[in-house]
């Protein structure tokens, strides 16, 4: 204050001089902020007349003297709009002055939780939100697939048979680890493919435990909020309309290094002359032979010449399977996806109707539908009353085409032989070797058994595979507002599904025909009976699903003075019963609707090995019926206080009960509670940074829950049909396990948010630690307590993870043409601190490389690998170590090799991820490019098992570069081939460091290219939008030298896809 | 009057928790607690019945596996149990020591749980018959594990000797340690004299115990023990309630499987683990076997297959299909009393029951009964008899390990894989089983040498 007061006399005196022609005026006042009636000290105040300037003291004071009878005052101030004025002289009396916060100027974000909607400003918690724009960037039938590359803090796993979404990474070692999907106000339980992507307005991440913990203990990993479209009061009606067709390539078949057919046949020709399938060729089973054994059996039994046989190979050896599955199997898959809608009302009443319609035919022919009705509506017949009712239908149909090429086997664990063929010359499908030796097929069918073949191309037709399914949600809610600030809501959601997966597999499918042929019966005559009917086999699944959930809330909200409260507390239910049945009939005539009667009971011997018995399945699975009835009450409640519009503090608390414990364990329960503190420093008196007008600080603590659906506090059996004797038994499912309890995960967050003058650069930073305790893990237990793994799952470990996000948004040219880039970093890295691992054996924790593998005091993804000596230079044996000394002893390397002793490379799932999306426009055109970017972690890259190539016909290309003489060594890794089989020995190849590449990778997700078509703002001009949309353009950069892309892992590379469509408004 | 109707359904809500939250999540699901359960879960066959020890059945010499073959075979567990081996159960998580236990899992929680079942007039019968069988189980699976995992009993050591881990109860927090084989032996005594008086003579299925089950496997291990005496009086029961043979003339040798599952002399029916080393065509039937059953006997055509491309398959099993039976059925009972007999000196009347036997093995017209001129040459006959009659039974290992004491009868056997001979161990004790190091890491316990 003295130093300011100074600075006004110092000003003063220096007027002096100069203001002595004319009287002196005296000007004072205050400068407040217009929002909240804050004093701002250091705001500058000039006057044109004399130059002079001076600036507001802490309590916002000003005062200034002018020899002038008029004068134009200005007076601007850090973080706030400019103000001037024109002031005629002498004042009576001082003046106050309001600045507009410039950051009050910004649009407010609104988020939702699913509880309330609150603005981002006010919010303590970490909450990422994608807005329409950003959601339709992409085209797809499912609303969670377009927020890869766009949403701060999700990860996108890609690789088969993992979690596809994850926040923030792993929370959780077994328990479920999918984020919890909210729809508006209630978890969806239904599939999220019901959900039309047009009919959604924003989705919301809650990522701290501040925002998250409402959801108590189903926000473990996470809470997805999406918010649909509701209809807008006092707006004019709007119709909407968007179309858009997307085509995507077929997989790459190519991809997958194969072993080549003349490699193949090498190595049968190789291992027949071991006598390696003479066992296979006398087994009673009649398990099936390649088409090249046969051939050499032929030979070998005199009923072909060598120079037959060899010419026969011959043939085979140039044949590649996989030109047949490009050629014959895959084609470009199209989606279609219209949507309309039309929203609109007054204050009293508003609505939002839309209709979906989706049609897809994938890789294989296979083709879907889809059709979503929605209406909601809201209506006040009191200002003060709120009834919202909603109502959304979806209807869908799918079948199934042609098979993958994975799924075209041998049967059994085999893969198809290289040189299979699926066509020949002229086109007419090809069987190939299935189930059982070809000649024993060739003779079945000469005794009077039904073609007993398999053609790959032309068995889809008779096989009908389609699913079916129905889905309702229906909301009613009300929304009442009493004593002026309290609001009571009462909100019901009933969810109901019924899907029916139907397959028919025709009398003329292989599946059919197998079953007949097998289950016929030779009488003492030599005569056949069918104990399965001619006709087909039908197979209906039947599903229902039943969901209510209830909730009554009552909130408050309270703005006086400084003083801001909200709190809102309630209760809620939830119950869910998903219930199926199975019914399998054989015998089935499609045409007349008949069926055929079948013994159940008999232990029939099988037709292909007369000491094999089978009864006729019931069904597809051992479970006909079903039903789950999973219950939750939950009381929650939430505050925040908010003072000057500076400083808020909000607290959460929650306590779940669920059905899945038992009494006990409920109510050993701690409730899962949070706070946070924010602090907007832009509205402080003393900031003066103007080139940011726009900071706050904010830090969270607090505890999310999760929960393994498949465990139990009690020890429990199952029922099952049929023992030896058909009567019905029970096996123990589950051990005793009172200690059962919830998972819970502490998270502390902090996080800035800022933005620049004119938003030019915004963004948020954020710092998290994360700790799970009472995870669900595996301890070790002795097998001898009955349990053949030696584990059991317990709520035994703890882990430790921290990251950080970070997002920037940069508006660098906003003219006619403008240039935005949109930065998402995240890092995030986890580490399990409590677990029981045995370090004497590190074998056990050498995974894929693409699954979870929990060892303490290392990332849950992790990879490891037996340390690599290089071949032999005498035989090709791979080398490794054994107590520090090069060996190649490998019982001892795969069986004795501690923990320590592996070679630890770093996570397996990236820990470094993001994307950069670059905006280019001018005026209506404007092109888009999205670069995603994950990097420092590693893969196993899989190479030649000879086991598995001996065994299951799985050869790998790397064959090909295996050692076969000395020398070779200094060219290839790939160990020789050797027989017998050393199971050791592949198991340590596989796990050696010299398959373990690194991961790192840069791609081109999409370029979008949009053109603004609309002519005018004129009303009767609709607003049209026309876009290109192309997606996964291809890798720019990856750290391995191999051909994998290795956010696929072993699968193949989704394919390139192309959109076109519009989007209109009228 | 609206926010005074919520409280109260609130309130109303909340008293209500406990029955709303005790439903069950799934209905498939129980805990074990009425004597419904206990039954369905003696009812498990899966368990209980069909994943019974093999892995000595692979290690004895009424089978052997050729190079091509051995070389040919995936699992670890059936090529190094074929040549005896330190590393066998260490592959796979299911295997003969954990199927073992997982069905004594159930059998505990039967014994232990029946308890919580008020026995009433209404229900003593069934009561008994499930607690009865439940001890069965546990008897049976002590006794096998005994034969793979502990040393032969010998009554001068068994004192000390290690025997087995005894768990009698479900509670899976108790440390395992290993008995001495005399108490292993007790408990499975104990434990099926327990379970006669509870038993009915016959089961309703040849899956669930019976008291002429218990006697049978009373017999057994009587015999394992060396205790005669006892054997032949358990026999001799068993026979005099059950005496029935199937007569082998009646059979068809033509169809693929002569005998019939739960047939009339399968008393109590189980079948072993399928390892991969156990079923034709790696394993191929012992050619001095097949060769040691006379002209007349019916049993070589009905035992075995020839096959053309070479090898003989064993498909005599009373299971009627693929897998062994390992089960309790009433020619065994016959072999164990003539035994008894010749062992006591009483060889004639030994010879005679080994006659009657015989008579249904052999064709009618070429049968003229046993002929010995003495006590050493009976017992030779006798036990010949078991190896033919009893091939593949998993009885065959039983007999080599007491044998091997016998300088008469011991037998010794060699293997040639890949040109490497390997020889059956026969001191102290001979070849054991190793119990698996998952085992031996979790609990501490001695490995057997």
């Known amino acids: ?1066 | 009057m609206k926010y005074l109707t919520l409280s109260l359904a609130t309130v109303f809500l909340l008293l209500s928790c406990e029955n709303y939250l005790a439903v069950k999540p799934n209905k498939g699901l129980a805990v074990p607690e009425g004597l419904g359960d206990m039954q369905a879960l003696l009812d498990a066959t899966r368990v209980l019945n069909e994943s019974r020890p093999s892995a000595h059945i692979i290690a004895s010499d009424n089978l052997y596996i050729e190079d091509t073959d051995w070389n040919a075979l995936f699992d670890m567990t059936s090529k190094n149990a074929y040549t005896w081996q330190r590393d066998v159960f260490n592959d796979f998580d299911t295997n003969d020591w954990t199927n073992a236990y997982a069905a004594l899992l159930h059998a505990n929680v039967i014994v232990d749980g029946i308890n919580n079942v008020d026995r009433t007039a209404a229900n003593a019968k069934d009561w008994d018959e499930v607690k009865g069988g439940a001890l069965f189980h546990r008897a049976m699976i002590f006794y096998e594990l005994a034969q793979l995992f502990a040393k032969p009993y010998d009554a001068s050591s068994a004192a000390t000797d290690l025997g087995i881990v005894l768990r009698l109860e479900p509670a899976i927090d108790q440390p395992s340690m290993r008995a001495p084989l005399q108490q292993t032996y007790k408990q499975i005594i104990d434990d099926l004299k327990a379970a006669l008086p509870l038993l009915p003579m016959h089961a309703d299925f040849a899956t669930r115990p019976s008291k002429l089950a218990a006697l049978g496997l009373l017999a057994r291990t009587s015999l394992t023990m060396g205790d005669f005496g006892q054997a032949l009086e358990y026999a001799d029961q068993f026979l005099e309630a059950n005496p029935e043979l199937m007569d082998y003339n009646a059979k068809d040798a033509s169809v693929a499987n002569p005998f019939e599952q739960f047939n009339e002399e399968v008393i109590y029916h189980s079948t072993a683990f399928g390892w991969p080393g156990l079923s034709y065509p790696s394993a191929k039937v012992d050619t001095i076997l097949y060769r040691s059953y006379a002209a007349g006997d019916l049993r070589r055509a009905l035992f075995f297959r020839e096959h053309a491309s070479g090898g003989i398959e064993f498909r005599g099993s009373y299971n009627g299909a693929r897998g062994l039976f390992t089960g309790i059925a009433t020619d065994e009972l016959y072999l164990i009393r003539a035994e008894c007999l010749v062992r006591q000196g009483r060889w004639k009347e030994g010879m005679k029951v080994l006659d009657e036997l015989l008579k249904m093995r052999y064709a009618q017209e070429s049968f003229t009964g046993v002929d010995v001129d003495d006590l050493e040459e009976a017992l030779g006959r006798v036990l010949e008899e078991r190896r033919k009659e009893l091939a593949f039974r998993g009885l065959r290992w039983t007999d080599i390990r007491r044998l091997s004491t016998d300088q008469r009868f011991a037998v010794a056997i060699t293997r040639t894989v890949n040109g490497q001979t390997y020889q059956l161990p026969v001191v102290d004790g001979g070849y054991v089983f190793p119990i698996p190091l998952k085992v031996i890491e979790s609990t501490g316990i001695r490995q057997n040498k």
Not at chain 1, 272 to 300: A, D, H, K, M, T
Not at chain 1, 432 to 448: H, N, T, W
Not at chain 1, 708 to 722: K, W
Not at chain 1, 754 to 779: C, H, Q, W
Request: hydrophobic share 35%.
């Open chain 1, 1 to 1066: 204050m003295r130093i300011s007061r100074f600075l006004t006399l110092i000003f003063f005196c220096a007027y002096i001089p100069v203001s002595l022609s004319q009287q002196t005026h005296r000007i004072h006042g205050y400068v407040f902020s217009a929002s909240d009636y804050i004093p701002i000290a250091g705001a500058v105040l000039t006057v044109d007349a004399s130059a002079g300037k001076i600036a507001t003291d802490e309590d916002g004071f000003f005062e200034l003297f002018v020899r002038s009878d008029s004068v134009l005052l200005r007076c601007h101030a850090m973080g706030f709009s400019a103000w001037q004025g024109s002031l005629g002289l002498p004042l009576q009396n001082g003046i106050n002055i309001h600045l507009q916060d410039t950051s009050q100027l910004l649009d407010e974000v609104v988020v939702s939780t699913g509880y309330e909607s609150l603005p981002l400003e006010r919010a303590t918690g970490s909450f990422t939100k994608v807005n329409k724009e950003r959601l339709n960037r992409a085209t797809g039938t499912d609303v969670l697939g377009r927020l890869e590359g766009v949403t701060n803090s999700l990860t996108f796993d890609r690789r088969p048979s993992q979690p596809t979404m994850m926040v923030r990474g792993r929370s959780t070692i077994y328990a479920g680890q999918a984020p919890l999907i909210v729809l508006d106000n209630f978890p969806y339980y239904g599939d999220l493919d019901n959900i039309n992507p047009n009919d959604v307005e924003s989705v919301t991440v809650l990522k701290d435990a501040a925002a998250a913990s409402i959801w108590g203990v189903k926000a473990g990993n996470g809470v997805i909020v999406i918010t649909t479209k509701q209809g807008a009061g006092g707006g004019k009606p709007v119709l909407g309309f968007s179309a858009n067709t997307t085509v995507t390539t077929e997989p790459d078949v190519f991809y997958t290094p194969a072993i080549s057919s003349a490699d193949f046949i090498d190595v049968e020709r190789f291992l027949f002359g071991q006598g390696f399938y003479n066992n296979q060729e006398n087994n009673n089973n009649r398990p099936p032979l390649s088409p090249v054994v046969e051939l050499l059996i032929r030979q070998r039994d005199g009923l072909a010449t060598q120079q037959q046989t060899d010419e026969s190979i011959g043939l085979l050896a140039g044949r590649d399977i996989r030109s047949d599955f490009r050629d014959y199997l895959y084609e470009p898959a199209i989606n279609q996806q219209y949507a309309l809608n039309y929203r609109g009302g007054t204050d009293r009443f508003s609505y939002y109707v839309s209709a979906g319609y989706d049609r897809n035919r994938d890789f294989t022919d296979g083709k879907a539908e889809r059709l979503t009705l929605r209406m909601d509506q809201v209506f006040s017949p009191r200002p003060n009353l709120k009834v919202r009712a909603g109502l959304t239908y979806t209807n869908n149909q799918s079948v199934v085409g042609r098979p993958s090429h994975l799924a075209i086997t041998p049967g059994g664990t085999k893969s198809l032989y290289p040189y299979a063929r699926l066509v020949d010359e002229n086109g007419e499908a090809l069987p190939i070797v299935k189930d059982y030796r070809l000649p024993f097929v060739q003779q079945a069918a000469e005794s009077g058994l039904l073609d007993w073949m398999y053609r790959p191309l032309s068995d889809y037709r008779h096989t009908d595979i389609s699913q079916s399914g129905r889905h309702l949600l229906a909301d009613v809610g009300l929304d009442q507002v009493f004593l002026k600030d309290f609001t009571l809501q009462l909100k019901y959601r009933y969810e109901a599904g019924n899907d029916l997966n139907a397959t028919l597999w025709g009398a003329d499918s292989y599946y059919t025909r197998n079953i007949i042929n097998r289950f016929t019966q030779v009488g003492s005559e030599g005569g056949l009976e069918h104990a399965v009917p001619m006709g087909g086999i039908l197979n209906n699944v039947t599903g229902v699903l039943n969901a209510h959930s209830g909730r009554a809330q009552l909130s408050y909200h309270k703005l006086k003075g400084d003083h801001q409260v909200t709190a809102l507390g309630g209760f809620e239910t939830r119950q869910i019963r998903n219930q199926s049945n199975t019914l399998q009939v054989y015998g089935y005539d499609e045409d007349v609707l008949t069926t055929g009667a079948v013994d159940y009971v008999t232990n029939f011997p099988q037709y292909y090995n007369p000491n094999a018995r089978a009864r006729i399945p019931v069904g597809s699975g051992s479970t006909l019926f079903s039903e789950r009835l999973d219950r939750f009450i939950s009381a929650y409640a939430n505050a925040a206080y908010t003072y000057q519009g500076r400083y808020t503090v909000s607290g959460s608390i929650r306590k779940d009960a669920s059905n899945l414990f038992g009494v006990n364990s409920n109510q050993k329960g701690v409730p899962l509670w949070s706070t946070g503190v924010s602090w907007n420093v832009n509205k402080e008196a003393f900031y003066r940074a103007g080139w940011m007008p726009y900071l706050k600080l904010r830090a969270t603590y607090g505890f999310n829950g999760n929960v393994d659906n498949s465990l139990s506090a009690y020890s429990t059996i199952t029922y099952f049909n049929g023992n030896l004797h058909n009567q019905r038994y029970a096996a123990l499912r589950s051990y005793p396990n009172p200690d059962l309890r919830w998972e819970k995960s502490r998270i502390i967050n902090f996080g800035v948010d800022f933005a620049s003058a004119n938003r030019m650069v915004s963004g948020s930073l954020e710092y998290y630690v994360k700790r799970g305790t009472d995870l669900i893990g595996d301890a070790p237990i002795d097998p001898t307590v009955g349990i053949y793994s030696g584990l059991i799952r317990r709520n035994i470990a703890e882990m430790a993870g921290q990251g950080i996000d970070i997002e920037l948004n940069g508006k660098w040219i906003d003219r006619y043409f403008g240039w935005e880039t949109d930065l998402i970093f995240n890092y995030n890295t986890n580490k399990l601190t409590k677990y029981y691992t045995d370090a004497t054996s590190g074998s056990r924790y050498l995974g894929s490389g693409i699954g979870i593998v929990p060892i303490e005091g290392q990332p849950l993804y992790n990879l490891m690998s037996y340390a690599w000596r290089g071949l032999d230079g005498s035989n090709g044996n791979p080398l490794g170590v054994v107590d520090g000394e090069t060996s190649a002893d490998y019982a001892a390397i795969t069986r004795n090799t501690p923990l320590e002793g592996l070679i630890y490379h770093g996570p397996s799932l990236s820990p470094v991820f993001g994307s950069l999306l670059n905006k280019f426009s001018w005026k209506q055109l404007s092109i888009s490019a999205n670069v995603a970017f994950r990097f420092g972690h590693y893969f196993r890259r899989p190479s030649i098992a000879y086991g598995s190539l001996f065994n299951n016909w799985d050869g790998h290309a790397d064959f090909a570069a295996r050692w076969q003489r000395p020398g070779d060594e200094q060219r290839t890794s790939v160990p020789s081939m050797v027989y017998p089989l050393n199971n050791n020995r592949d198991q340590f190849y596989r796990y050696a460091e010299v398959l373990v590449e690194r991961a790192s990778s840069v791609r081109l997700q999409d370029v979008r290219i949009s053109y603004d078509l609309t002519i005018g703002r004129h009303r009767y001009f609709p607003t049209i939008g026309l876009f290109l949309y192309a997606r996964n353009l291809g890798v720019l950069w990856k750290a391995t030298k191999t051909a994998i892309d290795p956010d696929y892992g072993l699968g193949i590379p989704a394919g390139r896809s192309l959109s076109m469509g519009l989007n209109m408004e009228f």
